[in-house]
């Protein structure tokens, strides 16, 4: 179902440090899956993504892996920088029947602060 | 070299007075969405354009409706505006072609910020 909630899971990590941003999804019939950076008052910016017949991908200072079994994805980003800052949100591309065929169902967003 | 537009970036209304937002895009894509996010949540779907055809969400209030004229622009009618539709509206694109293509990424404009007074 969609997201509800008014409290983000928050991430804290210092300058240089590397950080994991997690993200369970709900339907084992998702093939796949994309990784949004939303920095304040801004639209959602697209980080990386990755399909289903993979298990990892990766982009600059950007790891995305997938774990089928668990239905969980995971963000790595290398060596935080302050601009990292951001709300990051994982979406699914869910299969769906009915009008469109696939839907992008969002995760809760985890609120990412980079301390210099 | 901006491909996803969205005009104006804040907009100001008051309780049950019609607004328009607009949406343009550079990328020729076939469908264009648009979302509704209020604070600290996840963008959440109203509808999308598949080319001409519409496609609404079934949770979506018909205080909401939508116009695609052409390929590149897209609007978001709020027909009377309650205090609780302030929030983000996002527009998004993607290339998919009808009915098939599950690996399609979403391109998102900067947004749009509603204030119902």
């Known amino acids: 179902g969609e997201s509800v909630g008014l409290h983000l899971p928050t991430l804290s990590v210092q300058e240089g440090d590397n950080s994991i941003i997690n993200c369970a999804y709900s339907?084992?019939?998702?093939?796949?899956f994309i990784w949004y950076k939303q920095e304040s008052g801004k639209g959602p910016q697209f980080i990386i993504d990755?399909?289903?017949?993979?298990d990892k991908r990766q982009g600059q200072r950007v790891t995305v892996l997938l774990n089928k079994t668990v239905k969980h994805l995971s963000l790595q980003i290398a060596a935080t920088q302050p601009g990292d800052s951001a709300v990051y949100f994982c979406?699914?591309?869910?299969?769906?029947?009915?009008?469109?065929?696939?839907?992008?169902?969002f995760g809760k967003g985890t609120l990412l602060t980079v301390n210099p | 070299d901006a491909m996803v537009i969205q005009n104006p970036r804040y907009q100001v209304t008051q309780f049950g007075k019609p607004v328009t937002l607009s949406c343009s895009q550079t990328?020729?894509?076939?469908?264009m969405y648009w979302y509704q996010q209020k604070s600290s949540q996840a963008p959440k779907l109203l509808f999308h354009?598949?080319?001409?055809?519409?496609?609404n969400e079934a949770d979506t209030p018909d205080n909401f409706q939508s116009r695609r004229p052409n390929t590149s622009f897209c609007f978001l009618d709020i027909r009377s505006p309650g205090l609780g539709d302030a929030a983000m509206y996002l527009c998004?694109?993607?290339?998919?072609?009808?009915?098939?293509?599950?690996?399609?990424?979403?391109?998102f404009g900067p947004g749009t910020r509603l204030t119902v007074l």
């Open positions: 998004a694109t993607s290339r998919v072609p009808f009915g098939l293509a599950s690996t399609d990424t979403q391109y």
């Open positions: 339907n084992s019939a998702s093939d796949y």
């Open positions: 990755i399909r289903s017949n993979m």
């Open positions: 979406a699914e591309n869910k299969f769906r029947s009915g009008g469109s065929n696939y839907k992008l169902t």
């Open positions: 990328l020729n894509h076939n469908v």
């Open positions: 354009y598949y080319d001409k055809d519409f496609n």
